[in-house]
């Protein structure tokens, strides 16, 4: 009996069915994208309504509604993290905006982001507060940096914002993971900073005589130890 080799139900198929459970998956494992947006669309054509949850906040982050993302809360720590993986150098262009004086004249000119969905993702990290750190530490720990992609930066920013300690246990892996990795020094000095955790010793000693590593960067992990009162020899 030849093997058949199952295929997950396309999104035609699940509108035919009205399978209101179906079409949620498939647009929460392709957010963001095409194909989860015509799901969303699907599910609104059912009449589908949006809960205070992880789909909720997924169909509130396509229609750019940050406030409802930060009231659902832990739940929308997911949907964002996927939202900022997503984020290329394309979306940092910026635009002109220009001043005018008394006359109506223009005048000056500034520039600002044309699209400030990353930023706005970040805050409503940082706004969701303390809720959110235990999904972000585990996604520090149990994710491939590079798998995490433009998400990595900011959520290393959103963690120290928020400031809640639990955060260390999601810098001391990276610490651990990529001694030599120059981007992230700058956060693990100011996670330092802010909380002070002595579990970094070992490997901040380790970094001040690994002759390989930047000399900023061993000179970072020298002044951590002289916060943390330790000697450095």
């Known amino acids: 009996m030849p093997l058949r080799l199952f295929a997950p139900p396309t999104l035609e198929i699940l509108t035919a069915k009205k399978d209101l459970k179906g079409l949620v998956a498939l647009m929460l494992k392709t957010f963001p994208g095409a194909e989860s947006q015509a799901a969303l669309q699907a599910l609104q054509g059912l009449g589908w309504q949006p809960g205070m949850d992880e789909a909720g906040a997924a169909a509130a982050l ?27 150098l394309k979306h ?25 969905t990353r930023s706005d993702a970040r805050k409503a990290l940082v706004q969701i507060g303390p809720a959110a750190v235990p999904a972000l530490v585990k996604l520090l720990c149990d994710e491939d940096a590079h798998a995490l992609a433009a998400a990595l930066e900011p959520v290393m920013v959103a963690l120290i914002e928020i400031g809640d300690p639990r955060a260390m246990d999601g810098f001391l892996h990276l610490l651990k993971q990529f001694p030599q990795s120059f981007e992230f020094w700058n956060q693990y000095r100011t996670a330092m900073q802010k909380f002070k955790d002595r579990r970094a010793i070992p490997y901040l000693r380790r970094a001040c005589q690994d002759r390989q590593l930047d000399s900023m960067m061993r000179g970072n992990a020298m002044n951590m130890l002289s916060d943390l009162g330790e000697k450095v020899r």
């Open 62 to 88: 396509y229609q750019r509604d940050f406030e409802r993302v930060v009231a659902i809360g832990a739940p929308a720590v997911g949907p964002l993290v996927n939202l900022l993986r997503g984020w290329t």
């Open 92 to 116: 940092n262009e910026l635009r002109p905006v220009y001043g005018v004086d008394e006359n109506g004249e223009l005048c000056g000119v500034n520039y600002e982001l044309q699209d400030t």
